[in-house]
């Protein structure tokens, strides 16, 4: 039995959005497929079972977390290093 989920993420910008998305798209591999449209991801995932489509989604979602906290980091290590003079 095939399984499908979609999943909607919105992000408080559209520059996080389009890092996650370009972070999370490479391991897609016709598991799941990651679209942007502004601020917004929309993840759809097909899988034979329904385990198996948690799996997935779980694995998705990690991704999508370490995504997002690896940009927060790296734009506030960017602000952080800025020359003042």
């Known amino acids: 039995m095939k399984s499908t ?7 408080k910008d ?3 959005a389009r890092a996650v998305a370009d972070a999370v798209s ?3 591999e016709g598991y799941i497929r990651t679209t942007r449209r502004g601020r ?7 899988a034979d ?10 694995d998705y ?8 906290r690896t940009t927060a980091e790296a734009r506030t290590r960017g602000r952080a290093r800025r020359d003042p003079g």
């Open 61 to 68: 979602l990690a991704c999508v977390s370490v995504a997002e």
């Open 5 to 11: 989920a979609r999943l909607t993420l919105s992000f």
């Open 40 to 46: 917004t991801l929309v993840a759809s995932a097909t």
């Open 49 to 58: 079972g329904t385990m198996s489509l948690l799996h997935t989604i779980d």
């Open 26 to 28: 490479l391991d897609d």
């Open 14 to 16: 559209a520059a996080t």
